[in-house]
């Protein structure tokens, strides 16, 4: 037993440890490439005295109903009692920003071991989960919530998670559409490595600049000296920010290389192997469309949840909530970067039908029909989420994004400059692009009829492409117009603009008088604006919070954008 106890303390200690070897490190090679750094004020923002309502602030955001740290409290306790130990507590945490000192009965941590297989055989089957004291966590939160004000500025807009106003699906949707086609026989070699961070959220020196990450100017060619500036920039990374790379996890994907020069970049990185899909940001990384096969491990969670449950008494109204609380959430994330297979949302809701009228029994039928359980409840129905109708309204956001030419998300970015070229949104053909590209922009039709332009300055409308008359773009409803009017198809609309009025070249053309006829208001010393249709600031279309369309008035939708262009 004592063995088996060493082992588990050595393994974790080597995993979590700093063990990175000592020796001196000159940063002065980054500032060519860092983008900004901290001025005077924000340096005196992020060091100024912590105040006991910061203090109160972090803890309230805890969540309540965490595991018990082991002092044996959960932060329910703090905010309750906080008018008789808050004094105290706010006097711990500012002692420790003062001094930089934490008592260790404070910094101790429980380290729960969660087996990550159905039978675990080795040390690295278990997940460390680490359980906090309060106190601890409010000190992080802290320091979170300060440095939440620059982190846009310091981190590359390459790295989206955790920071605030970007999405890390921009990656997942950037990844699709680099790998698409990926094993077509046309194309030329191409190869592709997954690099895995062993425990990158653990282990991490974090003095290290996390931006160096786009320091490298990797070639786009895959020959064997490629493969060595990879992976002697990972070792140098690892060897700067403590962050190891997890051979076990890594792969290179190779498409239609030859077997010898595969051989030697697989010999050089030291990675396996791999083949698509494979596990990406938590959902599959595909080339071509998405499976029924590929949403396996979704289809398989939400069977088990539901066998969890199995052995619960539980009533029809105790099961109706557990679908609208957990069983309809946990498609949520692939919902918002993949249009899900038909096949898939039938074997979902089937399910969850199943669960709703039969229980744990496995007798009994459907009263009513899953369409008329998705309804709002004001038209009859119990207000279940569609799986469909959610999926279409959170793909959606990704559009509204690139209407919104949103400077925040390197998948828009990447779409204007490759996709689109010179066309918009509205008359990009779908010709090219991944699967999920080409499905999502069938959407479009639907967040077309909430968008409502409003012309300004004219320095962002394209006069031919763009929606800002109601008709639609100029350039299908009037092909000819760039070749009689001068004006090239990617002219902006202030061509046609002076001084807030409309001024267009005098034609006697009957499409020119056509256009010139239905001209909108503009607004003077404004710019251009995209709003939404209906009142309130949201769009308004056939769903209501993710329920089945029912009726032909205007419910909103799931849900609601911000900003504009």
Known sequence: MNEVTEEFVSYFKTLLGGTRTQRDISLDFLRPVINHCLSQEESDALCAPITENEIRDAIIDI?????????????????????VVGHEVSAAVGEFFRSGKLLKQINATLLVLIPKVQMPSQVSDYRPIS??????????????????????????HSQNAFVPGRSISDNILLAQELLAGYNQTRLPPRCTIKVDLQKAYDSGEWDFLLEVLKLFNFPARADIPSIQVIKNTLSEFAALSGLKVNPNKSQ?????AEQQDKQQMIDVLGFQEGSLPVKYLGVPLISSRLKIADCKPLINKLGSRIAGWSHLNLSFAGRAQLIKSV????????????????????????????????GSTGRGHAKVAWEQVCRPKEEGGLGFRSILVMNKALMMKHLWKLVQHDSKSIW???????????????TFNGSTG???????IKLRSILKSGLLYHVGSGNTFKIWQDIWREQGPLCISHPRGPTITGLPLDSLLSRVLQHGQWNWPAQSDIDIMEIISYLPPVRQNTPDTITWRHASGQFFCPFHNGAAPATDKLCSIAWTPTGQV
């Open 63 to 83: 969540t309540e109903d965490s595991a018990l740290s082991p002092d044996g409290y959960t932060s329910a306790f703090f905010k309750a009692s906080w008018s």
């Open 131 to 156: 359980c906090y004291n309060i106190i601890y966590k409010t000190i992080t939160k802290i320091i979170v919530k300060r440095m939440q004000i620059v982190l846009d500025l310091l981190i590359d």
């Open 252 to 256: 290179i994907i190779l498409s239609r």
């Open 327 to 358: 069983l309809s959430t946990l498609h949520s994330y692939r919902a918002s970067v993949f249009i899900l297979p038909k096949g898939v949302i039938t074997l979902l809701e089937a399910k969850m039908r199943k669960f709703l009228w039969q």
């Open 412 to 426: 828009v970015a990447w779409i204007l400059q490759y996709r689109l070229h010179n066309n918009t949104l509205w």
């Open 434 to 440: 991944s699967c999920g590209w080409k499905k999502m």
